[in-house]
């Protein structure tokens, strides 16, 4: 589903990613394992479009989408941050990249309470984003994300800022919620025990970037 070919991105004179290859297949989950600075988070950005490399190829469902703009690459992204908007609600934020494909409404209220159902926020539809705990956050942007069916989810460090307990439990549910829906995901932590969880293979990155060899 995924191939990444030979990316190179360089920040100035440093290198941050060097002839970086990645192929992920259909419906697998990879995580992408390294401390912080290691070229993680560059990588999910370049396949996100959010980035340009200085060389090399990004391949989704065997289309080039190097040059693709980050709206049309049908790429889901969930941020460490959750990045929800506080002026919408749950609904509202589930539904958000639906109502900007111009989704009818119909369609787009059913899709977002199969979501919600999904990731255990069912009735929670009207309830504003101040209100939720950090769990809870984490799950809506599962759902935002996965809400418009992208053929690829990149999770960048997702379960960041939550107590050990709840952040183990989450693993289990994210990663089952992922599997149910069949969605090719690469997933980004520094957590080895985490990508044990989470990913039926795990791939790491050199201090320094370089090709992503197999754990």
Do not use: C, Y
């Not at 539904?95 to 199969?114: D, S």
């Not at 183990?168 to 992922?178: F, S």
């Not at 795990?202 to 970037?209: D, I, N, R, S």
């Amino acid at each position: 589903m995924l191939d990444v070919h030979d990316v190179t991105v360089r920040f100035g004179e440093r290198t941050v990613l060097d002839r970086v290859s990645l192929h992920v297949a259909r419906g697998e989950t990879v995580a992408l394992l390294g401390p912080s600075g290691s070229g993680k988070s560059t990588l999910l950005r370049v396949v996100a479009g959010v980035l340009a490399p200085d060389s090399g190829h990004v391949v989704l469902d065997g289309d080039d989408i190097t040059a693709t703009p980050t709206h049309l690459r049908s790429v889901g992204m969930v941020f460490q941050d959750e990045q929800l908007f506080p002026h919408l609600d749950v609904a509202g934020n589930v539904g958000f990249g639906l109502r900007m494909a111009r989704i009818p409404k119909a369609e787009r209220t059913a899709r977002v309470g199969e979501l919600l159902d999904l990731v255990g926020l069912a009735g929670l539809g009207g309830r504003s984003i101040d209100r939720l705990s950090g769990g809870e956050r984490k799950r809506v942007a599962l759902a935002r994300s996965l809400a418009p069916r992208p053929k690829l989810l990149l999770l960048d460090e997702p379960l960041t800022g939550l107590d050990r307990d709840l952040h183990d439990r989450l693993a289990v549910e994210v990663r089952d919620v992922i599997a149910s829906v069949g969605t090719t995901a690469v997933w980004v932590t520094h957590d080895a025990a985490e990508a044990s969880v989470v990913a039926g293979r795990t791939v790491t990155l050199g201090e320094l970037g370089g090709t992503v060899p197999a754990a």
